[in-house]
């Protein structure tokens, strides 16, 4: 079974600054797809950005990127310029490639603090 | 566009009583995932359903918990009876089903379901 793990439980930046949620997996499959999700106290699930394993080019979405290191099954998410909207937890998650199996995996999540 | 609707947002309910969920995924998705979230167990697939059909239901916690998908685009989570500890944000997610993996799920924006 895939699991997912995100060991900083909280993380705090400035604002206009930079940070980077770190998540790691462990899988057997060679073929994926990766997901970070942002939740803000209005609890909606808001997709960030998404990355399949077969590419080797990291995902871009404006200041939102990610460091996909797939030898070490790692998949970190780097917020640039920080803004207060960008407060939220922040969950990465793991999606088998084919087959009948769709689910995703969830980590436990990253609460981020942005700081004036 | 409109995005997966569940309702209500809120019940409240005494332990013992029946609960049902409801939700309406993104026209044209089929595939519906039904989550739990807890503060103590982050967010877990309950089941979900591919084509209207129940693919993976290993993460229903007992027989307490059953849900179905009568059609493309109406599905339901009963608890019956519920208990306290059945207390979460309960979460529909959809998204279209091409044989891979790489489209994100769409969430709804969750119900919050108390059980005293």
């Known amino acids: 079974a895939q699991t997912v793990t995100q060991s900083q439980p909280e993380m705090s930046v400035q604002e206009a600054e930079t940070v980077t949620l770190s998540c790691t997996y462990d899988?057997?499959?060679?073929?994926?797809?990766l997901f970070w999700y942002k939740q803000p106290p209005s609890r909606q699930m808001i997709l960030v950005i998404r990355?399949?394993?077969?590419?080797?080019q990291n995902a871009t979405e404006n200041r939102f990127s990610v460091n996909f290191q797939k030898a070490a099954k790692s998949f970190s998410l780097k917020i640039s310029d920080s803004q207060l909207g960008d407060a939220a937890m922040y969950f990465c998650?793991?999606?088998?490639?084919?087959?009948?199996?769709?689910?995703?995996?969830f980590g436990t999540g990253t609460r981020l603090q942005v700081t004036l | 566009d409109a995005g997966v609707i569940q309702s209500p947002r809120h019940e409240v309910t005494e332990m013992g009583q029946e609960v049902t969920l409801r939700c309406k995924p993104i026209s044209g998705h089929n595939s519906l995932f039904w989550y739990r979230q807890t503060m103590m167990r982050g967010l877990e697939l309950l089941i979900y359903?591919?084509?209207?059909?129940?693919?993976?239901d290993s993460g229903m916690p007992e027989d307490r918990f059953s849900a179905k998908m009568p059609n493309a685009s109406f599905s339901t989570l009963k608890i019956q009876p519920s208990e306290p500890r059945d207390s979460a944000v309960y979460f529909c997610a959809s998204s279209p089903w091409r044989g891979v993996g790489n489209q994100p799920q769409h969430f709804g924006d969750g119900t919050r379901l108390s059980i005293l």
């Open positions: 899988t057997s499959e060679s073929d994926y797809y």
């Open positions: 998650a793991y999606r088998t490639f084919t087959g009948t199996a769709s689910k995703l995996t």
């Open positions: 990355q399949e394993a077969y590419k080797q």
């Open positions: 359903f591919n084509n209207n059909v129940p693919i993976d």
